[in-house]
């Protein structure tokens, strides 16, 4: 057992977290399949789009906190919905008055509703004002190099990069140019949109990923807490086999057993 895994958390701003899959909260059919996909799930970190989904700041409606109560999660507000770097901060300062000065977010300014891409001017520009009001930002971004390292260099303290669009479930489409922002990266790197399917997880990990963020996988699954556990393992055997180190790809066949001192 000498070369298992000791204690390997994901570290987000000072933060240790055992478990390296992060949810949402959107699109289940009520709030009871929620809660119990995010338990089968694991998941430690769960995102919630503050413009979406009742917090507090609507008393007379369900409340997603007494499903997913903050003293057994950490909960990542997020600008989900937003267009513009105005709209982002005004949400992020609306959510952190509603949970009590909470300052960790996740941070999307979204170009168009078709594609649901990020708007990378005004991404940037809602993180220099977050960064410097005191915010603990994660953001989601597209897979250009340059940019997440102009973030991280801003301060955020997270960057996530799109596997694909969100909610399409195509899988990790750029692999090569996600592999191009972890080499760069001090901060974690996290796939944030495109997993469809417990494979699409597994390669992430297995790329060196800090962490995949999901929501549209497990809740538009046919059956979202099996997908939630799915998720689940797979997260945790991406990870295992990228510390394993796979083993070298070859051209040729190679034995499995030995083929000097055969008997005859």
């Known amino acids: 057992m000498s070369d298992q895994p000791q204690k390997d958390e994901l570290v987000i701003a ?33 995102t919630v789009a503050v413009r979406r989904t009742n ?6 409606e369900p409340n997603l906190l007494d499903v997913v109560s903050p003293d057994k999660y950490t909960i990542l507000p997020n600008t989900a919905g937003c267009y513009s770097a105005d709209d982002a ?13 909470h300052d960790l977010v996740k941070l999307e300014v979204l170009g168009d509703q078709k594609t649901l891409y990020p708007n990378i001017v005004e991404t940037l520009s809602a993180a220099e004002t977050l960064v410097k009001d005191g915010f603990k930002v994660m953001v989601y971004t ?22 694909s669009l969100i909610g399409s479930g195509l899988g990790i489409v750029n692999p090569h140019n996600i592999r191009l922002i972890m080499e760069e990266a001090q901060v974690p790197i996290i796939v944030d949109a495109g997993v469809g399917t417990a ?26 807490v099996l997908m939630a556990s799915a998720m689940r393992k797979a ?19 190679s034995a499995s057993s030995p083929t000097s001192g055969l008997i005859n």
């Open 14 to 46: 000072g933060q240790s977290y055992g478990s390296r899959l992060l949810v949402g909260t959107g699109k289940y059919k009520d709030l009871q399949e929620t809660g119990e996909a995010i338990t089968a799930s694991g998941a430690e970190i769960v």
């Open 55 to 60: 917090i507090g700041q609507n008393p007379d």
């Open 89 to 101: 901060v005004r949400t992020c300062r609306l959510a952190r008055e509603l949970l009590d000065g």
């Open 142 to 163: 597209n897979d250009d190099p340059i940019v997440a390292k102009r973030l991280e260099e801003i301060g955020c303290v997270a960057v996530m990069p799109l596997g």
């Open 199 to 224: 494979s699409d997880a597994a390669v992430a990990m297995e790329m060196g990923c800090a962490g995949v963020l999901m929501n549209t996988a497990i809740a538009a699954a046919q059956k979202p």
């Open 235 to 253: 997260v945790e055997a991406g990870r295992e086999a990228y510390l394993a180190g796979r083993m070298p790809r070859r051209a040729y066949a």
